[in-house]
C-alpha cells in the first residue's frame, strides 16, 4: 500500500512558477512509476507527466512540455512537478499517483495508476 501526498499547490499569476511535491509513504517507492494527472472544472482528468524508477525515462503531455519537468528523489520518497510559465490553462487540481509495485512502464492512461493522492489546487491568473 503506498500513501501519497501532495503539496505546494496555491494561487500565482500567469509567466509565474510553482514546485509540486508528492510525498509517499512505505519502502517500495523506487519501485513504483510515478505520474501527475490534473483536472479542470468541468473537465476530464488528464495525463500530465509520468516518470520511471529512477528517473531515466519521462513522458510529457504536449501541452506542458517545455515548461513542466518532473523529477524524483527515491531517498526522499518524494516526487516533484517543477511547473514554469504558467498559464491560466494550467488551473486545476493536480493529482499524484503511483503505479502498482514494480510495473516499470511509463503510461499516459489514468487507469493504469493504482495509488492516487487528495490533490492540489495549482490557480494560475491572467
Known amino acids: 500500500q503506498v500513501q501519497l501526498v501532495e503539496s505546494g499547490g496555491g494561487l500565482v499569476q500567469a509567466g509565474d512558477s510553482l514546485r509540486l511535491s508528492c510525498a509517499a509513504s512505505?519502502?517500495?517507492?523506487?519501485?513504483?512509476?510515478m505520474a501527475w494527472f490534473r483536472q479542470a472544472p468541468g473537465k476530464e482528468r488528464e495525463f500530465v507527466t509520468a516518470i520511471s524508477w529512477y528517473g531515466s525515462s519521462t513522458s510529457y503531455a504536449d501541452s506542458v512540455k517545455g515548461r513542466f519537468t518532473v523529477s524524483r528523489d527515491n531517498a526522499k520518497n518524494t516526487v516533484y512537478l517543477q511547473m514554469n510559465s504558467l498559464k491560466s490553462e494550467d488551473t486545476a487540481v493536480y493529482y499524484c499517483?503511483?503505479?502498482?509495485?514494480?510495473?516499470?512502464?511509463?503510461?499516459?492512461?489514468?487507469?493504469?495508476?493504482?495509488?492516487w493522492g487528495q490533490g492540489t489546487q495549482v490557480t494560475v491568473s491572467s
Open positions: 512505505g519502502p517500495t517507492f523506487s519501485s513504483h512509476t
Open positions: 499517483a503511483a503505479r502498482r509495485f514494480l510495473i516499470q512502464s511509463i503510461s499516459i492512461l489514468s487507469a493504469d495508476y493504482k495509488y
